[in-house]
């Protein structure tokens, strides 16, 4: 079965601090794909990342980084130097194919950046 | 671009009425995804759609259906209304299965 874990429920910190957000996943796929995708007070998901099982190149764009460890089962998120906007859900998730191709959600952090 | 479109934004029913949710996919889209949200279970997977075929169904009941159309608009209807349907249905539109999902703003069902 698959499954996403973000043991982190909420998280608070003041603006400028570098957070990590955990994700732990698990699947039986050999072939997977894994995303995290940002939920602002507005509501509307947006997309931010997608990586797949075999590249295990971490990524950086501007300030947010990610780190893909297949060893650990784990897709961490950092956000460097926080910004008040960056005060939003985030999901990881994960796509595979068992019993069809669906992208399954983790339940979610919720992180606030104070000023 | 036009983004991922529901509609309605908010409804309220009343237990054992029915509902019909629509959504209209980004054009050339042809993968559509439905999700439940809700505070207590998170972001639940409903049914996936592609070229008007059902590909996979999450662990809800009956009463939840869908279907797509040729042009991939796609609508899910729930019946028989329970309480514990309140939530927020997200439909989210893909270019390929295993690609980024776009997200519309959502419907928000009340269930009196």
């Known amino acids: 079965a698959q499954k996403v874990t973000q043991a982190q429920t909420e998280i608070s910190v003041v603006e400028k601090e570098d957070v990590t957000l955990d994700c732990v996943y698990e699947?039986?796929?050999?072939?997977?794909?894994l995303f995290w995708y940002k939920q602002p007070p507005s509501g509307e998901l947006v997309f931010l990342i997608r990586r797949n099982s075999f590249d295990e190149q971490n990524e950086i764009s501007g300030r947010y980084s990610w780190n893909f460890q297949k060893s650990t089962s784990s897709f961490n998120f950092t956000i460097t130097a926080s910004q008040v906007v960056d005060s939003a859900v985030y999901f990881c998730a994960l796509g595979g194919h068992t019993g069809g191709f669906k992208t399954i959600f983790g339940a979610g952090t919720r992180l606030f950046v104070k000023a | 671009k036009a983004g991922v479109t529901q509609t309605p934004r908010y409804l309220i029913k009343t237990r054992g009425q029915q509902v019909t949710l629509s959504c209209s996919p980004i054009s050339g889209h042809r993968s559509v995804s439905w999700y439940q949200q809700t505070p207590g279970q998170g972001l639940q997977f409903l049914f996936e759609y592609f070229s008007e075929t059902q590909r996979n169904k999450g662990n809800f009941p009956g009463r939840f259906s869908g279907r797509q159309f040729s042009n991939s608009r796609s609508e899910m209807n729930v019946s028989t209304l329970e309480l514990g349907d309140s939530a927020l249905y997200l439909c989210?539109?893909?270019?390929?299965?295993?690609?980024?999902?776009?997200f519309g703003e959502g419907s928000r069902l009340t269930v009196l």
């Open positions: 989210a539109s893909s270019a390929e299965s295993t690609g980024e999902l776009f």
């Open positions: 699947t039986r796929d050999t072939t997977y794909y």
